[in-house]
């Protein structure tokens, strides 16, 4: 199995800063790595696909790079909004899997 | 679109348990449906696959022969049969819909806690 590591685990913001969120593979997954945001009680949210690409309705401030087997996402000015649960997850092979999640607090 | 997961509930070791998700905003039998799970203080991890015409069905080794998919596309429904349950099957199960364009899931139901205590 594919195992996604990211880091940090957790981390403080204000509403404003920029954000970086890494998310590395244990082999290669060429573009097969989405980005999700996740609200605890609430259903997770799509953010990226295939590495960089936006999903329809996601704010611009979103954005993500990376191929092979290291990924950021990247918030350029986090919103109130913004404060929640970031997973990566890869859909190179199967099984799927996901990296730990990366929780975003207000400082 | 919205799926809403049902079912899940407090049930003793070895007990079965049955989940659903009603799916609704978009053609059901079009789309490959997955069960995602994530125990309490862990990652996520996906349970369980079935193909949009419910022929093709694939498992985690952690599940496999004892948990069960399927769906009923007249009713926009995808299920989930839990048998010989486990403590550590004690989740939050979500059920989600597979977008063939984006390669991954497109939308997620908000989740059913199934917790399996003696």
């Known amino acids: 199995d594919i195992q996604l590591t990211q880091s940090p685990s957790s981390l403080s913001a204000s509403v404003g800063d920029r954000i970086t969120i890494t998310c590395r593979t244990s082999q290669s997954v060429a573009a097969s790595l989405n980005w999700f945001q996740y609200k605890p009680g609430k259903a997770p949210e799509l953010l990226i696909y295939t590495a960089s690409t936006l999903q329809d309705g996601v704010p611009t401030r979103f954005s993500g790079s990376g191929s092979g087997t290291e990924f950021t996402l990247t918030i350029t000015s986090v919103h109130p909004d913004d404060f929640a649960i970031y997973f990566c997850q890869q859909s190179h092979s199967t099984p799927l899997t996901f990296g730990g999640g990366t929780k975003v607090e207000i400082k | 679109v919205q799926l809403v997961e049902s079912g899940g509930a407090v049930v003793q070791p070895g007990r079965s348990l049955r989940l659903s998700c009603a799916a609704s905003?978009?053609?059901?039998?079009?789309?490959?449906m997955h069960w995602v799970r994530q125990a309490p203080g862990k990652g996520l991890e996906w349970v369980a696959a079935?193909?949009?015409?419910?022929?093709?069905?694939n498992y985690a080794d952690s599940v496999k022969g004892r948990l069960t998919i399927s769906r009923d596309n007249s009713q926009k429904k995808l299920h989930l049969e839990m048998n010989s349950l486990r403590p550590e099957d004690t989740a939050m199960y979500h059920c989600?819909?597979?977008?063939?364009?984006?390669?991954?899931?497109?939308?997620w139901g908000p989740g059913t806690l199934v917790t399996v205590s003696s």
């Open positions: 989600a819909k597979w977008s063939s364009m984006a390669g991954t899931f497109d939308y």
């Open positions: 079935l193909s949009a015409d419910g022929t093709k069905g």
């Open positions: 905003g978009f053609t059901f039998n079009f789309h490959g």
